[in-house]
């Protein structure tokens, strides 16, 4: 039994504030005088620190995260030659990965420079696309292109890497894991199972990396991966305390920045509407797949139209009562695609960072602006169900970074804040974060500080709700706790 004294417990249940609480097997037992005088192992003192209910990242990318840790960063640099000069330091006649590439013109002939004998690639901070050099395209039969790769081209390309072992991917998660621990994280709804070395060997990377670092791991898995679930006969949700497996994840669209997000209006280079990933009786199929084995579907959207189209389809064939599915991302909507919302059991995973990264630029890629952009607060006003994320590795898996990126709606690029109607409050910028979060893992007793709940925290030195704007962007996190471990101290 620990007794964690001295500090400002925030309950998210209608505003209490406690001052001491009592935990227990990894759950909290009671607060304040009823804590009494106990046998306690421990007692943690925590210096008039403000303790939160554990923050929780809804949507993101638990091995890729790790991944891009581990590999050569191009994130920061803005420029041709920066990219090149990285590049060529990074280079030792081996093959290179670059995660992190914001466009700025390179092509395969740039790549070629470096090496035509060992594999290059660069990955652009939207995930769907990668630039390659000349080996790798001739490794795939795509020698007419520049080396710019999108989607399906981007997938044929990345599938030529050598394989992980299930030990690399420990290492990786654990990489990914001590770094969103320091961020405050204590849980993660995560796509990895498809990606790296099929579901089972994955699957037995996680297994053996939660049985000694404590973190709620909720593991999405993609389409492709279905008929592997299936018959690995493993039920859904709940495996033990810190795995769960969680809804199908499947793409209806692409993304803005690739001009590729299904939307209603037209974009200005192409004059068409975007890319669906696959046909609208392949996207049925899938889904009526899912519901024949009574599985939620987790469902990337970017467009406004192909939020509406998707809707339609999850209407057509509901999930199982008791269940809900998921929307990933969702940034651009009309009336049209919030009511289809409203009628439906979802819950929409948010990345706040996007407006940031996204916002004045994507504005010029399309003739008109949609009724709603990053409509969070139109969203809650409709009373729909938002679980605040950072798609960590396209952002960085910092919740007060995805808090300020909610309440001040601040473009990176001009510093300028854009539709400022739909800002979130501080209340509502935690609550995304933890109550939201955990809403897709079907476990009500998390996400609040309340007797029998787990004991998962985020304790920060101050109180979130004296923030100032710069507070966000510069403080840290004092303590992470999950299941009443101490899993990081600053
Ligand atoms: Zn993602």
């Known amino acids: 039994m620990k007794l964690w004294t001295n500090g400002f417990f925030h309950s998210l249940d209608e505003g209490k504030i406690y001052l001491k609480m009592t935990t227990h097997q990894g759950k909290i037992v009671c607060f304040d005088e009823d804590c009494g005088h106990r046998h306690y192992d421990e007692v943690i003192d925590l210096e008039g620190a403000h303790v939160y209910p554990g923050f929780v990242d809804a949507h993101m990318h638990l091995l890729g995260y790790g991944q891009k840790l581990k590999r050569p960063s191009l994130s920061a640099l803005k420029t041709k030659d920066e990219v090149l000069t990285r590049l060529k330091e990074a280079f030792h006649h081996e093959p290179l990965f670059a995660e992190g590439y914001r466009e700025c013109g390179i092509t395969k002939e740039d790549l070629d420079m470096i090496s035509t004998s060992h594999p290059i690639m660069i990955r652009h901070n939207d995930y769907h696309s990668v630039t390659a050099n000349s080996y790798v395209l001739n490794h795939i039969h795509l020698t007419h292109t520049n080396g710019v790769l999108t989607e399906e081209d981007a997938t044929l390309a990345m599938k030529t890497w050598p394989p992980y072992t299930i030990k690399q991917l420990e290492d990786i998660l654990e990489t990914s894991l001590k770094s969103l621990y320091s961020y405050g994280i204590t849980g993660a709804h995560s796509d990895d199972l498809s990606y790296f070395i099929g579901f089972k060997d994955t699957l037995q990377a996680f297994e053996n990396v939660l049985e000694r670092m404590p973190f709620r791991a909720h593991l999405l898995m993609h389409y492709d991966i279905l008929d592997d679930y299936l018959s690995s006969g493993k039920s859904f949700l709940d495996q033990h305390a810190y795995l769960q497996l969680g809804a199908i994840k499947m793409f209806y669209d692409g993304t803005l920045s690739s001009q590729t997000a299904w939307m209603k209006t037209t974009y200005r280079s192409h004059n068409h509407h975007g890319l669906k ?107 729909l169900i938002q679980a605040g994320s950072s798609d960590a590795p396209v952002e960085i898996p910092n919740p007060l970074l995805g808090m300020y990126a909610s309440i001040y709606r601040i473009s990176d690029h001009d510093q300028k804040p854009y539709f400022t109607d739909e800002s979130l409050s501080i209340d509502e910028a935690i609550d995304i974060y933890t109550k939201g979060a955990n809403y897709p893992t079907y476990d009500q007793k998390r996400g609040s500080l309340k007797i029998g709940y787990i004991a998962d925290l985020t304790i920060f030195d101050n109180d979130l709700k004296t923030f100032k704007k710069h507070d966000f962007l510069e403080q840290k996190v004092k303590m992470t706790v999950i299941n009443e471990i101490i899993v990081y101290k600053r």
């Open 277 to 383: 990933i696959q046909t609208d009786q392949a996207f049925l199929d899938m889904v009526k797949k899912c519901r024949q084995h009574d599985l939620p579907v987790a469902i990337h959207v970017i467009g406004d139209q192909g939020l509406v189209d998707v809707c339609k389809v999850l209407q057509k064939y509901p999930v199982k009562t008791g269940l809900h599915d998921r929307i990933i991302h969702a940034p651009w909507a009309d009336l049209e695609g919030i009511e289809l919302m409203k009628k439906l059991p979802i819950v929409i995973d948010i990345q706040p960072q996007f407006l940031s990264s996204d916002l004045p630029w994507a504005l010029s890629f399309i003739h008109e602006t949609p009724p709603f952009v990053f409509p969070w607060k139109t969203y809650l006003k409709h009373g």
